[in-house]
């Protein structure tokens, strides 16, 4: 399928219009470093080609968020998850960010910070397009790893491997301060999820992808079939008629493309397999929103440049720069 270099998006009334959320949060697991991620992307130059070489009038509060007013002082484990009130405060607050800009009509841009922000990000979209359009949307995640852990089925207890789980439901909390604030309006159906790059998937993990039906194409199948069927194959499985949010954690790429992450596995995407996934996704007009996370440039002093430069082609991509 070719289409039109300059993209008429089907779900958003601009095709110019974004909104950028920057989130230096790191709290979803235990490396530091993943916060000084939107800071690397926007000093190496992110903003400027979106403003420039793709003409996005970008909304910007010139923010990296770190939420420090918000973090509670006391955070024990709960149910088997490290800082649960501060990652349940964090993602709740971006949530609202996001929703902002989304219920404007705005593309949303959310810059990570660990993949436990995808809590944030796609509950705020998912708010917005209920209350603007009416509809579920769909979710395309491209990572290593499913992070689908409920808290009882996760082994390391860091929240940035439940995102999916809270997302969809199948994990549920009713305490306000530890996630009770999703609500169903803000939740995604697992029939519209489809994953991307898998290679790492824990034992309890495949048991839920298996139990619900989930739609999963790993390294194997891309093997297999190619990277260009298995996006016809994703996006045939989504439908025309959806908007799309798409989740790319850096670590879908293989470690010699983006080695400064902090849960890097080998045998992944290639370079330019990421971009071909974020441009097939660009050419459906379906894209609404875009998370870019765990890009952590202080783990690998020699790869952290090539790693944060991996990201910003990514985004570029994704909003259509490399379409002619
Ligand atoms: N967003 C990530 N990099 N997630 C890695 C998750 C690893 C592992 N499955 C866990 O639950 O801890
Ligand atoms: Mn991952
Ligand atoms: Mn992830």
Redesign the pocket.
Known sequence: MTSAPTLQPKFLPSKNELGLVAVGFSG??CKPGVDAAPMALIESGLIDQLKNDLEFNVTYDGEVHAYADIMPSSDPDYRNMKRPKGVSAVTKRLCDQVYEHASKGRFVLTLGG???IAIGSIAGTQKAIRERLGREMAVIWV?????I?TPET?????I????VAFLTGLAKEDKQDTFGWIKDEMRINTKKLVYIGLR???VG?KKILRENGIRAFSMHDIDRHGIGKVMDMALGWIGQDTPIHLSF?V?ALDPQWAPS???PVRGGLTLREGDFIAECVAETGSLVALDL??VNPSLEAEGAAETVRAGCSIVRCALGDTLL
């Open positions: 979803g697991q660990d993949h436990s990572d290593a790893h499913a992070d852990n996760s082994d390391s207890g860091n940035h491997g439940m995102p790492d998937v824990d993990e954690d670590d992450t902090g849960t996370v765990e």
